[in-house]
């Protein structure tokens, strides 16, 4: 396989049980430059077990994960950060306590082997480049403002804003909308959508808004019971009959 063809993110029959309990039954995906990828499927299928052993959160007990065709199947989040894997999470992990502009000089300080002292260093180092980023997704006005002040909607762009700080080559987003209204759903996905396009920054997500996934993903992989029930272009998940029976006969 040629290099331009190498999928910068894969999972190959990767599995992972609790107890007697299989929520993870031997699941590949591979991630290609340029696609938006959702995973989706009804509660209990296995995505954010999955999402996990993607980002080092859990380690598999088999199979193997690859970032840029390098295992990292045993490796932990802060080194798959490194060699370029982004991730944010369904609920907002921001420092609450720290201002919009430091929070995104701690995760540049952080991604740059910067020791960590937000109190002293955050508010001299990387100032520059982190109101580029706050610029970028739309943040720069607020930059002084206290993250714990800032609406929900707005916590969630500043999450995002933290992991462009590392640099991602590839970026994983735990359900990004997640307790938004529908505005704000929408202006959130439209700039994830200009940041991806902009960047070429391939992206791979797990939603439980049907309209959302449909609206945004270039692919569509629906687990059930731990294993990938179809992986295909959202009209195609749309139309599958297995799709609808799994959502229990839901128009989705």
């Not at 989040?77 to 894997?85: A, E, I, T, Y």
């Not at 999470?89 to 929070?103: A, G, K, M």
């Not at 930059?143 to 080559?169: F, N």
């Amino acid at each position: 396989m040629t290099a331009s063809l190498q999928p910068v993110l894969s999972a190959s029959n990767v599995s992972k049980s609790f107890g007697d309990f299989t929520a993870v039954g031997g699941v590949s995906l591979e991630v290609n430059p340029g696609e938006i990828v959702a995973i989706i499927g009804p509660n209990g299928a296995g995505k954010s077990t999955f999402f996990d052993l993607l980002t080092g959160r859990k380690i598999p007990d088999g199979g193997e994960v690859r970032l840029f065709g390098e295992p990292v199947t045993c490796m932990p989040p802060w080194q798959r950060v490194k060699r370029g894997l982004g991730r944010s999470f369904q609920v907002s992990s921001v420092f609450r306590s720290s201002t919009v502009l430091e929070n995104v000089q701690i995760g540049l300080m952080l991604a740059q082997g910067h020791s960590w002292n937000m109190f002293k260093r955050a508010s001299v180092l990387l100032k520059a480049e982190a109101e580029s980023i706050l610029d970028k997704v739309g943040l720069g006005a607020k930059r002084h403002v206290y993250a714990g002040d800032l609406s929900y909607g707005d916590q969630r762009t500043l999450e995002l804003a933290v992991a462009l700080s590392t640099k991602p080559r590839v970026l994983l987003l735990d359900e990004p909308t997640a307790g938004m209204g529908r505005e704000e759903s929408r202006e959130c996905l439209g700039l994830i959508r200009s940041i991806a396009a902009s960047e070429q920054l391939p992206i791979v997500f797990v939603e439980h808004d049907m309209d959302i996934v449909f609206s945004f993903a270039t692919r569509v992989v629906v687990l059930a019971a731990g294993k990938v029930l179809i992986d295909a272009p959202p009209q195609a998940v749309r139309a599958d009959s297995r799709v609808k029976e799994v959502y229990f006969g839901e128009d989705i």
